[in-house]
């Protein structure tokens, strides 16, 4: 209702001052009431608080004070060498965490965190060498290091990374043995007494990346002699005849340099696809570029035009057919694997589209294959400096 619309009665009327006075004095002292009850009310939760605080407090402090005499926040360990003999396994690329985690599932130990803890006090940064040992059930942590570090026999670490060369692998057996690189590359002139097939020009192929632990007293033909062995294992494992061995190992090879693991059946089958099938597609020509930095003796991708035509480098599968003169690096287990038992594809092309998470596309043909290069030069746009 606007102002207008009023009657003279309701223009300009207040309560008067007495009634107004009266009324707010009597809700004033049920508000007093109301206040005192709150403040009361407040002052117990506050003691109560209090009491629970130092109720917490005192009990934080006796159960820190008992705990530590009696030693209840100590990580759980068992005590002594343990009792039921039990077999344990190692297998290549376990870590120290994984080992401690599969002792302690097998109550070999009581706790991985403790283990693991014990190992790195005497050896970190070493590794356990992989294979079978005779443990016990229920062995403290220390017990348990010393079976698998076996400290009555020190020994010197290794460990030779997937894609290596001969030459960066004598490296590092140099580094940690102490033992010359000459020495190593003398040992390897005759491949023979390894029992390395006469198709091979020299060791490559055969030295086994991984880790290792050599005796102290260990010469240079035992450390590759151990290498090889672990080769010739994985070839058996995959029912590879000696026959075999040099195009196994060599796809082997190519394979680490070509893809990523996911995509290493499908690329061995690519390149058994390219050699067995020489009217087709590529004519028998692999065409891998790190074959070609290989017999150039350098580590990059670039090489020119010239390089590229030039028949006389013998790992060059641009310009000769077929597999290069032999392995360009020692191939892990995985692309043993893959060379050995290849996919059942008909492809003949592959490109990384990507190179951060290696995602890998195949193509049965050219112009299929262009599609995916196109993709490839795509993200090579969209990341500066990645592809060079």
Known sequence: ????????????????????????????????????????????????????????????????????????????????????????????????????????????????????????????????????????RQMSSEAAVRVLMDEGDPAHYAAVANTLRMDDTFQILSDSTGISVDEFESAAEDTSKFGIPDEFPNIEGYLHPGEYRFPLDATADQILQEMVDRTKATLERNNVPEDQAF???????LVEFEGVPADYADVAGAIYNRIDRPDDETNGFIQSDASVTYGLGRRSYDFSDEERRDASNEYNTFANPGLPVGPIGSPGDESIDAAANPADNDYYYWVTINLDTG????????????????????WCSDNPGRCD
């Open 359 to 378: 995602e890998t596309k195949f193509a049965e043909n050219f112009a299929q294959h262009e599609e995916n290069v196109a993709e490839y030069q795509s």
């Open 247 to 253: 195009r196994v190992l060599t796809v082997a090879s």
């Open 1 to 136: 209702m606007s102002e207008q619309q009023r009657g003279p009665e309701n223009q300009g009327h207040t309560p008067s001052p007495r009634a107004g006075k009266g009324l707010s004095g009597a809700f004033q002292v049920e508000e007093r009431s109301e206040a005192q009850l709150q403040r009361l009310k407040k002052r117990h939760n506050l003691s109560l608080l209090g009491a629970i605080a130092l109720f917490t407090a005192a009990a934080v402090f006796t159960v820190s004070v008992l705990g530590n005499n009696f030693g209840w926040f100590e990580r759980k360990d068992y005590r002594g060498d343990g009792n039921e003999t039990v077999n344990f396994t190692i297998s290549e690329g376990d870590t120290v965490e994984q080992v401690g985690i599969d002792l302690a599932n097998e109550d070999i130990v009581a706790n991985a965190g403790r283990f693991i803890e014990t190992f790195n006090d005497e050896y970190q940064g070493e590794f356990i060498q992989p294979g079978d040992y005779e443990m016990r």
